[in-house]
Each structure stands twice: as C-alpha cells, then as structure tokens.
C-alpha cells in the first residue's frame, strides 16, 4: 500500500480553498486540529482574507511575522518611526540601540548615488558581429518607436528607457548576444513595465531581422532566447553613512578608548573584506535590516539581496558591503548598496499593512525608501560589530530569545516575568532557562 505522502495530487489548484484545506489536514495525525489551527489565522474581515489569499496561489491560510517599530531614526536631519517585519530576536532592538547611539551624534547620513534599473533581451544570431553594430543605431530607433504605447505613462513621470547596448557574448556561447537595456522607473520597483517593454523588443527584433534586404535568408532570422529584467542593479544604488569624532566614541567599550574601539571596529570589518565565511555572515545582518523594512512596506527582498549579494562579489571575490575609514581624528562607517524598491504598485498599493508603512515613513518616494532601508542595514551593522567587538553576540541575542524559550516551556505571565528578573544578570540558554522553570514549578 502506497503511503499518502507518495500519491500524486492532481487538480490541486482547481479546488476551493475549504477543499484544499481539508485534503493537506489529512497528512496529519490530528487533521481536525490541523484545520481549526489553520483556520484561526485567517483574517476576520472577508474581504481582507480574500485579497490576503490572492496574493499568492493555492492559499490556504496566513503566516504571522511580528511588526516591529524601531524608533528614533535620524536620516539627514529628518527622524523616523522605521517599520520592521521579522521574526528573528535582536534584530528591531539592534536597530533601535544603533539609532540612538547615532542620534546622539549626527544621526545617519545618506545619499542616492543612481537609480538605473537593467533589463536584457536576449538572442542568437548567426551572422557576423560587425553587421549589427552597423545595423544598431536604426535598430534602437525602431525598438523605442515600438514601445511608445508602454512606456507613454512612465515617460509622463519622468522615467523610461534610458539607453539600449548591444553586447556579444559569442566568446562565451556561439552567436549569443543581448540587448542590454537601461530604465528609469520612478517610484515603481518596475519589474512588470520592465518586462513588458523587453518582451515587446524581441518581437521586434525578430521582425526587424526578417526585413532587412540586404542579408540573405539565414541571416534574416534571430532566436529570441528570453526577455527579462536583471534584479542585479549595480547603477542604481544607495550610499550610507555615520560619523563623529574618535572621542564620541570613548563610553562604548569600558576597557577602550575611543580611538581604540574605533580601531578594533575596523579591523572586524576589514576581516569580512578578505574572509568569505566571516563576509556572508556580516553581509546577512545588514540585509536583517534591510529585508525587514523590504517585507513591511510589501517590497522584493528576494530580489533585493539578490542585487546585493552580487555587488558584494563585484571586486572578483565576495566581500563586505559596508567599509570604515579614520582619518584626522574622525570615524566614518560607510555602507554602499544596490536597492531597487517601490512605493507605487504592486504589493506595496494592496497589502494593508504595507499600505500603513509607507504612510509611517511619511509616504517616501523610492528613492527616499532606499535610504531608510539601506539605513536599518547600517544600523543593525553597526550594533552587530559592535558587540563583537565588546561583550560579544550572544549575551544580547540570547537576552532578546529569552521570551521564545520560556514560550517554547510554555511559561505563564508569572513565570516569563520571575526568569526576566533572573536573567538580568544571568547567561541565557536553552538548558539553563529549562532548569529555571522547572525550579520554580517545584
């Protein structure tokens, strides 16, 4: 007899949601519980659970993240209540302690450098390189005439098409070429009008190939492979910063001066330059920052650590995303990333919450967004070397997971409040919150 786990399902999708949810409770051993559990995330308000379900396919209920607040963000002489969806502890508390720490001595600085977002077309062609590079200028002519009716609307709000470069690839995959195109797209993140403009181009492309009279047959013809934005953006990017006098820093660390702290800081940071491992891990808590603003205003996470990771590689070798230079007495911590978000469309105009956000942030522009995103990065940076580089990691973090092992004991009010006091002064761990428990349950 075949388990159930190995039976195919078919129709899955075409089911009703209730139909779905019956069919998964039954590979459990309780389905009943399955299903009354699943059912109490769903939303009370209909209405709201069915644009929840359509967000995403076959839907069967909602999974909670907490909403968290870091206050006190000082970004350019301008402060934020700074919304973070996350479920790692530390992670909100990081950035609020780094928020005001610097609040206290400039606050955070930032700066858009670009805002170029990149799309390809990508094609074969059998014919000689030469050819389209003669062929190119009136080729760009006839690509933008063609998408006039996509791009008429972003164009009225100061984007569009940029620039279209051809590039051979024929030394690395025969007769393999790109159109490498270049867009503006404003407060969108952009990914659909992208797409619809490149799509348009291989059409294009393959009918501007058939009618050149000058070719012969073969050469008429072109396969268009696919047509897709690159969610790498290294010309659209975000620069990010704190500074302030060595002697600003002399209360961080008990046993070290300022100069001296601002020293060691450096030195943890430059390690992530030239070690790959310690580099992934310093890289992962800035994106804790970042991915947390990126979730709570309904923005691309995936896609934004995508971009970033590859940056991070663009030297030839992976390395940190965030720099330190002392120089003349001062400290400067400096984070550079690429960000492509959005404030209009998409997820960010229909989820709720994401909807709240922005209106928290004070409604922002993109580029306004990519400075208070690319800022948590900095913050939760910052807090994450510095405790390294002092106390260490775990005193805090483990502080912060206290609650999540008492709930895992299933502590009451009484109880989470007695381990609080404990632990103030007390190392935390799985082990020995579990003996604490069970010595005041005795």
């Known amino acids: ?59 069967i209920t909602n999974f909670y993240i907490p909403y968290g607040i870091a206050p006190n963000v000082m970004i350019n002489g301008r402060t934020y209540l700074v919304p973070m969806v996350i479920e790692e502890s ?3 508390a990081a950035a609020s302690s780094a928020a005001k720490f610097w609040s206290d001595r400039g606050g955070f600085h930032s700066e858009i450098i670009d805002t170029k977002k990149v799309g390809q077309v990508h094609f074969s062609w059998s014919g000689e390189t030469h050819r389209l590079y003669t062929m190119l200028p009136s080729l760009k002519k006839t690509l933008i005439e063609s998408v006039k009716p996509i791009t008429a609307n972003m164009e009225k709000r100061g984007g569009g098409i940029l620039g279209i470069e051809l590039v051979d690839f024929t030394h690395e995959i025969e007769d393999y070429y790109q159109l490498l195109v270049t867009f503006e797209t404003r407060d969108s993140m952009g990914a659909n009008f992208i797409n619809s403009v490149l799509e348009e181009f291989g059409q ?3 009918v501007f190939m058939s009618e050149q009279i000058d070719l012969d047959d073969e050469h008429r013809q072109v396969e268009i492979i696919m047509a897709i934005l690159s969610n790498y953006t290294p010309e659209c990017v975000v620069k990010t910063w704190v500074e302030c006098p060595l002697s600003q820093l002399n209360n961080v660390d008990e046993k070290l001066d300022g100069e001296a702290f601002a020293r060691k800081f450096e030195k943890a940071v430059k390690i992530a330059h030239v070690d790959v491992y310690r580099a992934t891990t310093h890289n ?30 663009k030297n030839g070798r992976y390395q940190s995303l965030s720099r330190v230079e002392i120089e003349n007495g001062m400290f400067r911590f400096i984070l550079e990333v690429p960000m492509a978000v959005g404030t209009v469309g998409g997820l960010t105009s229909l989820h709720p919450l994401a909807k709240q956000s922005l209106e928290l ?19 939760n940076n910052f807090s994450a070397v510095k405790s390294l580089t002092t106390k260490g990691i775990q005193a805090g973090h483990m502080k912060m997971h206290l609650f999540n092992i008492l709930n895992h004991f299933k502590a009451n009010d009484q109880e ?12 935390v761990s799985f082990a020995s919150v579990g003996q604490y428990i069970a010595s005041i349950r005795k």
Do not use: C
Not at 308 to 313: D, I, Q, R
């Open 1 to 59: 007899m075949r388990r159930k786990r190995d039976i195919i399902i078919s129709g899955f999708s075409k089911l009703l949601k209730e139909e779905k949810l019956k069919l998964v409770a039954e590979y459990f051993e309780n389905p009943g519980e399955v299903v009354n559990l699943l059912k109490s995330f769903w939303h009370s308000d209909e209405g709201q659970q069915k644009l929840f379900d359509e967000f995403s396919e076959n839907t």
């Open 90 to 92: 530390s992670v909100v």
């Open 204 to 206: 294009t492309l393959k």
């Open 284 to 313: 992962k808590g800035i994106y804790n920052g970042i991915d947390s603003v990126a979730i709570a205003t309904g923005n691309d996470f995936r896609a934004i650590e995508a971009a970033g990771h590859a940056y991070a590689s």
């Open 361 to 379: 942030l004070g409604n922002p522009t993109a580029t306004e967004l990519m400075m208070i995103a690319s800022v948590m990065g900095m913050a």
């Open 416 to 427: 989470k409040s007695a381990a609080a006091e404990h632990f103030k002064d007390q190392k």
